[in-house]
C-alpha cells in the first residue's frame, strides 16, 4: 500500500514569504507527527494529531508556525514570513494510533530553503 | 539541551565486521527507545525498539542493549553489509507522553566498506 506522501520534495523560497507543505498520512492513521530536521542535526518534534482531539502544538518554534489537520486525514504545515533559520527537512510521520507500540512511518520530507 | 545524544557523528567500519552505535539519553522518564535508519531523500525507516523493561533485544543482524543505571543504549549490527550504510537515529518516549512523540539523537553516519 501507498506510504506517507509529501509535497512538494524541495522548496525555494523567499525570506518574508509564506510556504505551505503538505502530507498525506498512510489510510487509517489516526495519529499525525510533523517534525524537522535542520543542518546537522536529530528530529525535532513539531507538531501532533490524534483524531479529532485538539493537536499538541508544544514543539512549534514560534506563532509562525501553524498546521491543520482537514477530515482527519491530510494535513498542511503553514510557516508565515519564513526566516533563512526555517530552512530545515519538514518530515511527516503517521501511526495507526499515538501509543509507543505504534510505529510511526515517515515520508520523504520536504527541504525548504529560505534565501 | 539535548535529551538524547549520540557522539558519534560517523562511523565506519569492514564489511562483516561488527558496527557498534552508540546513544546516551538524560531524562529518566524515556522508557521505550528506538532505532531508526535513514537513507539519503527518504524518511527515516523504524529499524529496532526496545522497552525499559528488556536490557536486550534482538531481531536478525541486529541487536539493541539498554543500560538504564548509565542511560546508555546501543545498536549492534553483525555481520555488517554494504548495504547497511545509511545515517542511524536513535529515538526516545515514554508511555504515559500521550501522543508517542519521539526525542530523537544527532544521528550517526555508518559506512561499511566492501
Known amino acids: 500500500g501507498a506510504g506517507v506522501s509529501q509535497s512538494p520534495s524541495n522548496k525555494v523560497t523567499e525570506k518574508g514569504k509564506d510556504v505551505e507543505l503538505r502530507c498525506d498520512p498512510i489510510s487509517g492513521h489516526t495519529a499525525l507527527y510533523w517534525y524537522r530536521q535542520s543542518l546537522g542535526q536529530g528530529l525535532e518534534f513539531l507538531i501532533y494529531f490524534q483524531g479529532n482531539s485538539a493537536p499538541d502544538k508544544s514543539g512549534l518554534p514560534s506563532d509562525r508556525f501553524s498546521a491543520e489537520r482537514t477530515g482527519g486525514s491530510v494535513s498542511t504545515l503553514t510557516i508565515q514570513r519564513t526566516q533563512q533559520e526555517d530552512s530545515a527537512v519538514y518530515l511527516c510521520?503517521?501511526?495507526?494510533?499515538?501509543?509507543?507500540?505504534?510505529?510511526?512511518?515517515f515520508g520523504p520530507g520536504t527541504r525548504l530553503t529560505v534565501l | 539541551d539535548q535529551q538524547v545524544k549520540q557522539n558519534s557523528p560517523s562511523l565506519s567500519v569492514q564489511e562483516g565486521r561488527i558496527s557498534i552505535l552508540n546513544c546516551d539519553y538524560t531524562n529518566s522518564m524515556f522508557d521505550y527507545f528506538l532505532w531508526y535508519k535513514k537513507y539519503p531523500a527518504e524518511g527515516p525507516t523504524f529499524l529496532i525498539s526496545i522497552s525499559s523493561i528488556k536490557d536486550k533485544n534482538e531481531d536478525g543482524r541486529f541487536t539493541v542493549f539498554l543500560n538504564k543505571s548509565a542511560k546508555h543504549l546501543s545498536l549492534h549490527i553483525v555481520p555488517s553489509q554494504p548495504g547497511d550504510s545509511a545515517v542511524y537515529f536513535c529515538a526516545a518516549s515514554w508511555t504515559f507522553n500521550a501522543g508517542n512523540m519521539l526525542t530523537f539523537g544527532g544521528g550517526t553516519r555508518l559506512m561499511v566498506k566492501p
Open positions: 510521520a503517521s501511526s495507526l494510533a499515538g501509543r509507543t507500540s505504534n510505529e510511526q512511518f
